[in-house]
């Protein structure tokens, strides 16, 4: 472990998310000196059909990665890690891009996460009730890999699947062309594609859903070699992978993470003594890191497997090694605050005003709300107003998919405090879907004292905010807003050697050595709460009106404080 007075050692992280590419460059105390972004295309030729290309990832990879590390002493660079989405990258059996569209249009060789088109199959792969499904909430959804495979060899066969020769989750996509090596993260596989870290492939269950093909040569298409996150990939960075990135060659290069796995590894484990947190002294297990973005992933660990259904896992060492997580989801958060806010008549003007006052339409929207909220709570402002947010089904914990969004208590009026209110109940369902997450992993045996958020959605504060207080929960957030980026870096440092593992011997997290403690507390001057019960989720914080006798099926209202605290994001407590 590199101490105070050695030279110091850089480490490359790298996330690829829904709308763009972003590295940093941070050093063995943990200091983020540098940070990159580069947008990426995507293209929706049809509804639910969402497809990207692995060259224009790549090439984005290649511009940030010489962005972060110019001006440094490359022999310093001792490590890379990556992250991505797991959208699935189709590769013929000399590595070329594949289509994945009727259109045979090979640049577009990436189904993404968020892609729907394959709803028959993932019903008919459920039907089936194999005992795998026990271990992704009871019931696959049609954002994992298999459905997708099976679309696939139904829809594409000639175009695609017969001339397949390598199947990639797009972490392991990045490692392959960083490095040539094949091998999978088990991340992946355990979260994506039913590997079990204990077992291994079923081979049964692949043969029931119909894709028994890749049963054959032991898996190489999806793969047969699988390493555990951090760990060093072949003789590193390859010399063509080193040139297009702008690095050195033969530096170590990780086994990759899920970008949320990423974010949860950079965040769960922060020490906040000091704060009167009820995580304070509590074990790691008590704490629900939410990652969240485009979507949004609620991460929670244990000791022993926990079974929620409609909530994926348990996975074994998908995240932390030697617990199992479970991982519940949203599958649009701020791709729904978007389309909300985008959608309305008076987003023109919105965006006229936040340009002349020099912030982003969230900034204006936040400051907006505080203008009309008059002397109530900010929460009270959505009382008739109403929204359900599964506009593109329900992760978890209803795991259905069919379900849609919903907007009630609309007037005739469009104007901007409209819009703001439409924006805060949006904010609110999002946040009461949070809610009934932690509710379902309780029921099964999770014992949840603290939020953990890091991700795009985490720098706004009404969104943080509203999950403090519809969870009742106080909220912990990174000084080191690029918590994402952090654990991909963890995992190049990992690999570098310059760290035994993702785990010290007392078995903490490795960054470890990067967290330190800053007392920064920052209490919001109004609250609203609505105490936890198990009333479904009807709307937003919008039962917030404190009625004397409250609506059938909507939990009254009491006084709540919970604060959100900031920290700086490296020092780890135990995970015992």
Known sequence: MPGGNEPRSYYVGMDVGTGSVRAALVDQRGTLLAFADQPINQWEPQFNHHEQSSEDIWAACC?????VVQGVNLHQIRGLGFDATCSLVVLDKQFRPLPVNPEGDSRRNIIMWL??????????????KHSVLQYVGGVMSVEMQAPK?????????????DKAGHFFDLPDFLSWKATGVTARSLCSLVCKWTYSAEKGWDDSFWKMVGLEDLVTDNYSKIGNQVLPPGASLGSGLTPEAAKDLGLPPGIAVAASLIDAHAGGLGVIGADVKGHGLACEGQPVTSRLAVICGTSSCHMGISKNPIFVPGVWGPYFSAMVPGFWLNEGGQSVTGKLID??????????ELQAKATARGQ???AYLNSHLDLIKKAQPVGFLTVDLHVWPDFHGNRSPLADLTLKGMVTGLKLSQDLDDLAILYLATVQAIAFGTRLIIEAMESAGHSISTLFLCGGLS???????????????????????????????????????????????????LPLIWWKVQSRLEMASERLAVPRTSAPVVAAAQATALPSSPSPGLPSLQPHHPSFIQVSAFELCDLG
């Open 63 to 67: 511009v940030v990665s010489k962005k």
């Open 115 to 128: 892609d729907h088109r394959a709803v028959s199959q993932v019903h008919r792969i459920n039907e089936t």
């Open 149 to 161: 495979l099976l679309w696939l060899k139904e829809n594409l066969r000639e175009t695609c699947w």
């Open 339 to 348: 389309h909300m806010v985008q959608g309305h008549a008076a987003f023109p």
């Open 360 to 362: 982003s339409v969230y």
């Open 459 to 509: 720098k706004n504060p009404l969104f943080v905010q509203m999950h403090a207080d519809i969870t009742g929960l106080p909220v912990v957030l990174s000084q080191e807003v690029e918590s994402v980026l952090v654990g991909a870096a963890v995992l190049g440092a990992c690999a570098s050697g310059d760290f035994a593992s993702v785990q010290d011997s007392d078995g903490r997290l």
